[in-house]
Structure formats: structure tokens, C-alpha cells
């Protein structure tokens, strides 16, 4: 069974920092892109990812609301993504979803990733 866990969520104030982390398990990790998306509270989950980081050459994407703020980082031998979260603002408070993808083709879309963790609640106050 394929399972996707993030962790690392909370409440934070704006300007503050958060390191979310995605741990997978019953896939093989090298073989897949890994993508983070949101879901800001009343909305629909973004079709378009946050960011996310090839298997092949760690090729990294980012949408460009978070393009200088957020990291995103891979370890294949600790089967584990880290989304390093800097400079937040309140608009970036949604749940906070992983993903994994063995697509090599439009990784920054929601319809692409096969699996799915159940996501954790990143707050910013204001």
C-alpha cells in the first residue's frame, strides 16, 4: 500500500517560517516527481502545484505566488521532500497536500500525481 504523510504544519505569524515535510512509503521514491499543493480554506484544491522537484535531475518548479519565499528539497535515500516556507503571508494559509508522479510531462498540474497524503494545516496570522 502506497502512503504519502506530510507533517510539519501550524500556526505561524506573517513573516514567519514553516518546513513542511512529505515521507512516502510502498513506492519506489526515486521513480517519481514529488509536488506540493493547497487548499485554501472555501476553495477548491489548486490545480496548479506550489512547487515540486523531479526524480531525474531535481529539476524544481514553482508556482510564482511562492517563487523566492518557499524551497523545495529531496533526499531519495530518506524517501522524503522538505517545503521550506519563508516570508508567509496570511493568503498562504490552506491545507497543504504531497503528491507523487510518475508523469514526466505538466508535474505542475493537480491531474498528473497518483498519490496523495492527506495534508497538513499551514495557519499565518496576520
Known amino acids: 500500500e502506497v502512503q504519502v504523510v506530510e507533517s510539519g504544519g501550524g500556526l505561524v505569524q506573517a513573516g514567519g517560517s514553516l518546513r513542511l515535510s512529505c515521507v512516502t512509503s510502498g513506492l519506489i521514491f526515486e521513480d517519481y516527481t514529488i509536488g506540493w499543493f493547497r487548499q485554501a480554506p472555501g476553495k477548491e484544491r489548486e490545480r496548479e502545484g506550489i512547487?515540486?522537484?523531479?526524480?531525474?535531475?531535481?529539476?524544481?518548479l514553482y508556482q510564482e505566488s511562492v517563487k523566492g519565499r518557499f524551497t523545495i528539497s529531496r533526499d531519495n535515500a530518506k524517501n522524503r521532500v522538505w517545503l521550506q516556507m519563508n516570508s508567509l503571508k496570511p493568503e498562504d494559509t490552506a491545507v497543504y497536500y504531497c503528491?507523487?508522479?510518475?508523469?514526466?510531462?505538466?508535474?505542475?498540474?493537480?491531474?498528473?500525481?497518483?498519490?496523495w497524503g492527506q495534508g497538513t494545516q499551514v495557519t499565518v496570522s496576520s
Open positions: 512547487s515540486c522537484i523531479s526524480n531525474v535531475d531535481r529539476r524544481t
Open positions: 503528491a507523487a508522479s510518475r508523469n514526466s510531462r505538466n508535474v505542475y498540474l493537480r491531474g498528473s500525481y497518483d498519490y
